[in-house]
T-cell receptor, first 116, second 113 residues
Framework: GAVVSQHPSRVICKSGTSVKIECRSL??????MFWYRQFPKQSLMLMAT?????????EQGVEKDKFLINHASLTLSTLTVTSAHPEDSSFYIC????????????FGSGTRLTVV | DQQVKQNSPSLSVQEGRISILNCDYT??????FLWYKKYPAEGPTFLIS?????DKNEDGRFTVFLNKSAKHLSLHIVPSQPGDSAVYFC????????????FGQGTRLTINP
């Protein structure tokens, strides 16, 4: 089945530094990937839609200069949290769409970011 | 504006009984619905889906029912097993649109032995 690998699974960084999160589709090509964040006991909130070879589409309220998304190939999308602050601490999850029988969206395992 | 709502934050069910998780939506443009299961610190795992042309879809112990007129869907798990304990999210999308998912808040299901 379709597998999405997300790395790292956990990262702790100092305030003001940048963190890059990678999302790879291992056995299929993903023209479109999605980035979500989840605060404790809350829903997954879509941050942006990442399209291969073009600029990402950000949801309202998401700072595109802070959350840089690059989708340079059909199997890799990256999310860079720039100048991270403690309020950016969250669980970030990527997903990739694949046109399987159930129009599936396969999710990565998530990245727990803690900014200290 | 919460377009997809799961009004029960938690549900506790006895092992072997039926678990029923509910989800309501407000956007009539949604025409594809999915249920995901999520463990802490992991990504969601796809369970089952249903398109708006159907009112029921079944896969093993999992059945999803869709009532379009009421904008309501439910996930039935029978019989419930301890391994079903997790947070369940319903999600909705518009197939012809940007195909992004809108999630409910999740329901924590606990199966008691």
């Amino acid at each position: 089945g379709a597998v999405v690998s997300q790395h790292p699974s956990r990262v702790i960084c100092k305030s003001g530094t940048s963190v890059k999160i990678e999302c790879r589709s291992l056995d299929f090509q993903a023209t479109t990937m999605f980035w979500y964040r989840q605060f404790p006991k809350q829903s997954l909130m879509l941050m942006a839609t990442s399209n291969e070879g073009s600029k990402a589409t950000y949801e309202q309220g998401v700072e595109k200069d802070k959350f840089l998304i690059n989708h340079a190939s059909l199997t890799l999308s990256t999310l860079t949290v720039t100048s991270a602050h403690p309020e950016d601490s969250s669980f970030y999850i990527c997903s990739a769409e694949h046109a399987g029988a159930n129009y599936g969206y396969t999710f990565g395992s998530g990245t727990r970011l803690t900014v200290v | 504006d919460q377009q997809v709502k799961q009004n029960s934050p938690s549900l506790s069910v006895q092992e072997g009984r039926i678990s029923i998780l509910n989800c309501d939506y407000t956007n009539s443009m949604f025409d594809y619905f999915l249920w995901y299961k999520k463990y802490p610190a992991e990504g969601p795992t796809f369970l089952i889906s249903i398109s708006s042309i159907k009112d029921k879809n079944e896969d093993g112990r999992f059945t999803v029912f869709l009532n379009k007129s009421a904008k309501h869907l439910s996930l039935h798990i029978v019989p419930s097993q301890p391994g079903d304990s997790a947070v369940y999210f319903c999600a909705a999308s518009v197939i012809q649109g940007a195909q992004k998912l809108v999630f409910g808040q999740g329901t924590r299901l606990t199966i008691n032995p």
